[in-house]
């Protein structure tokens, strides 16, 4: 029995986290439902706080009192369009948060078996080169890639200055249940689901065209407790499928799964909006992560959950 702290857990992919640890493990989850939501975590037994992660000192006693074995750091604010519209903001969350429980971690030479920080593939921006290794350039475009990266820098390097037990990932396109769909910039395959539930109209943003690599939610804990506990170095992870999807083909994969026909109205492509993403998952699978979830099941257990 471990103890584990999920900050942001309380969100769609911090939430999954802790209904896969809870049967084995202490949780306490750290989350401002700024974004999350507290029925995320209606049906498990965890120890929920609702805080900011940006009150320092209420973070340092926490870290205090938790004696905690693992930390998986998920709370941000994850909208790319905030971060442009409030990039002070953003920034105290998305990096300043982090950088503080390093420090205190470092200072006050709290036990831990693994701090994981979870950054984002905003970090690569719109470079040709292709599929994107942790090892390729990056291009952060935005305040908030430009505080995910960051901060995953600074997650290795304490690792590496100061010998701290850290790690970092890069999420491609998660989807699955509990992603919230209502921002126009949610993740696309949650407002399909929408879309699709209430038989709405679903924008398509372009020809439908653009690649994404689509990773369902439970193949990425699966993914993060195995670089949580059982690797050893200060580095970075992509966490992605491997392969990439044109956005149309996911449509109608999805629409032959529940038999409902998409009423999709086009728009011309958004702004910033990347053509092709793809991650190269060599890295993951030297250390036996294999993402068990096809696009055909993970959307077919999503349309379940329901
Ligand atoms: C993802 C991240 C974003 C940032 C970015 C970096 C999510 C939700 N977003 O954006 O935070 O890290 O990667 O590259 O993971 N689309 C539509 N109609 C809609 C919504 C989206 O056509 O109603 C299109 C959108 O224009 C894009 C594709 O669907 O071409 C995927 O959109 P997304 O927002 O799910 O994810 P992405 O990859 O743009």
Redesign the pocket.
Known sequence: MSRVLITGGAGFIGSTLAHRLVKNNEITVVDDLSMGKKENLADIDVNFIQHDVCDHEFMHQLLDNGKFDYIYYLAAV???ADSVKRPLRTHKVNQESVIDTLEYIRKQKLSLKKFLFTS???????LPDFPKKESSHVQP??P??VD?YASERFTIDYGRLYGLPTVAVR?????GPR?NPDS?????????TK?LKQKKP?????D?S?T?DFIYVEDVVNAMIKIATETKSPTVYNIANGNETP?IDVIHTYEKITGIKLNIIR?K??Q????K?KADVSKLRQIGVKPKWSLQDGLTNYWEYL
Do not use: E
């Open positions: 994850s909208s790319v984002s593939a905003a970090v690569y921006g719109n475009l935005t908030y890639a995910k999420f491609f396109n998660v989807y992603q126009p910039y949610s993740g696309v395959l949650s407002i399909v879309c679903f924008t398509i943003y372009g439908g653009q994404r956005l728009k492509t958004r910033g909006d990347i053509d993403s």
